[in-house]
């Protein structure tokens, strides 16, 4: 973990993260592959990728773009995470559509949109979908003040998922439905960074990280990667509530 001053602090933490892997990943096997994140945590962090240093130092063309989650909305929509990511990073930095893989959500056949992203995701590693998950370099994760993550909300059946990478999820408390990555996919990552600033995180952030295990409340306590490392980002105000000796391990936690 990382406790920060601010949310501006998280973000460029995490743009620090962001460049390290990529680098890491470029070198060792020619292509960096990310998982974004929607919320207004990474509309500031893709603002802060867009400005120098790191417009100019990172290998864009070497980058593919994938979604954690999605709503089903059209990707034009305010909702969209699509839409947030293109108008804030992706079209700033002229990446290539074949390097953005966007969830098609909108489409009424949420279980079939989700199977054909899992096969997107698939063809470009280079795997079977029926196979071993395949290995994002890097997923960046926001957290709820209800405990959710990407789109795996309490009590939905999506956490339940221990085969599928990428499923409709319903989330009746919303009366919505969404696409989203499911544990399988999160947890096979060579790293997984949680982006938590704010107070009304605090509550959620000290139950999942010093409480008893609960994984149908605090969806993201069953984010666990198995042979990967998890590191949370978060502010003062996110971890006021945090025992001490969590809120200032200051270290990266390795599963």
């Known amino acids: 973990m990382r406790c920060l001053d601010d949310a501006q602090a998280v973000c460029e933490a995490a743009a620090d993260e962001f460049t390290t892997a990529s680098c890491r990943a470029i070198e060792a096997h020619g292509v960096f592959r990310i998982a974004l994140s929607g919320g207004s945590t990474p509309y500031r962090l893709h603002r802060i990728l867009t400005e120098a240093p790191y417009r100019e130092n990172m290998n864009w063309d070497r980058i593919e773009f994938f979604f954690g989650d999605e709503r089903t909305v059209h990707p034009d929509h305010t909702d969209s995470n699509y839409r947030m990511a293109r108008d804030t990073l992706l079209t700033e930095l002229d990446i290539a559509p074949k390097r953005v893989h966007r969830m098609h959500a909108e489409h009424r056949d949420l279980t079939g949109a989700a199977r054909r992203y899992e096969e997107e995701i698939a063809s470009t590693f280079d795997v079977t979908r029926d196979g071993t998950p395949p290995r994002f370099d890097l997923i960046l994760l926001g957290m709820g003040a209800d405990g959710h993550t990407a789109s795996l909300f309490p009590e939905t059946e999506a956490l339940l998922e221990r085969k599928r990478w990428v499923v409709g999820n ?35 952030l000290a139950a999942i990280l010093d409480g008893p295990p609960d994984v149908s409340r605090l969806p993201s306590q069953g984010v666990a990667p198995s042979d990967g490392k998890l590191l949370f980002l978060i502010d003062q105000a996110a971890g006021k509530l945090l025992h001490p000796a969590t809120r200032n391990s200051n270290v990266v936690a390795t599963e």
Do not use: C, H
């Open 170 to 204: 319903e989330v009746p408390k919303l009366g919505v439905q969404r696409m989203t990555f499911t544990y399988p996919l999160i947890n096979a990552a060579e790293r997984v960074v949680f982006l938590v600033p704010g107070e009304s995180k605090a509550p959620a």
